[in-house]
């Protein structure tokens, strides 16, 4: 069969040599052309959906506030109130989902840009790179020159990003190991665990 080496004899009996692994190089098994747009698509389209809430409810609050003072008086006033009300909170739902979006969407697609870039930088990809772009993006958000967080904010801003980084990188890591991927850490530490098991047979 195509792919499987032939059989070897060995005192009788019949063995098959092993395959080498497959090497997985993209993330998520996904090229980083692909997961780029996608990641960044689904980023933007979250964003707008929690934008689209929170701006439709804050329009209209702020029309009942603005309003207060003159609530009408008829059953036709009423209606052309919460008409009226119903299009502010449309129009600042839109508003906000957009400006939401964009920001997601723009903080998303620069984590996958950095994680990718130190990838490259390294030569390997594993979760160190994802820590390091999660703390960068979270130092980036955390210094926007129009938005400077006090330093205790961005400090537990940069260590979310670390532990964000984190558990994102192990759980690509996993992905990849369960689908043939190989790691450098992880042959370094059976590799160590190897060599340790072999002293002891020796010793014993």
Request: aromatic share 10%; glycine share 14%; proline share 5%.
């Amino acid at each position: 069969m195509e792919g499987v080496e032939p059989p070897v004899e060995l005192g009788g009996l019949t063995e098959y040599q092993p395959q080498p692994v497959p090497l997985y190089e993209n993330r998520l098994s996904t090229p980083f052309i692909i997961r780029f747009p996608a990641a960044t698509a689904g980023a933007f389209l979250t964003g707008a959906a929690l934008g689209v809430s929170h701006g439709g409810k804050t329009a209209g609050m702020r029309f009942r506030a603005e309003n207060s003072h003159r609530f009408p008086t008829t059953s036709a006033g009423w209606y052309l109130y919460h008409k009226s009300k119903n299009y502010h909170m449309m129009l600042g739902g839109i508003k906000e989902g957009l400006k939401m979006g964009t920001k997601v969407g723009f903080w998303a697609g620069s984590f996958f840009v950095v994680e990718e870039a130190v990838d490259e930088l390294r030569g390997t990809k594993d979760f160190l790179s994802t820590v390091v772009a999660g703390m960068t993006i979270a130092a980036g958000f955390s210094g926007q020159p129009w938005n400077i967080l006090p330093l205790d904010t961005a400090a537990r801003t940069i260590r979310t990003g670390l532990y964000g980084g984190l558990a994102f990188g192990l759980a690509q890591d996993a992905l990849g190991l369960a689908r043939g991927r190989r790691l450098g850490y992880v042959d370094f530490l059976l590799g160590r665990s190897r060599d340790t098991l072999e002293v002891q047979d020796a010793e014993g």
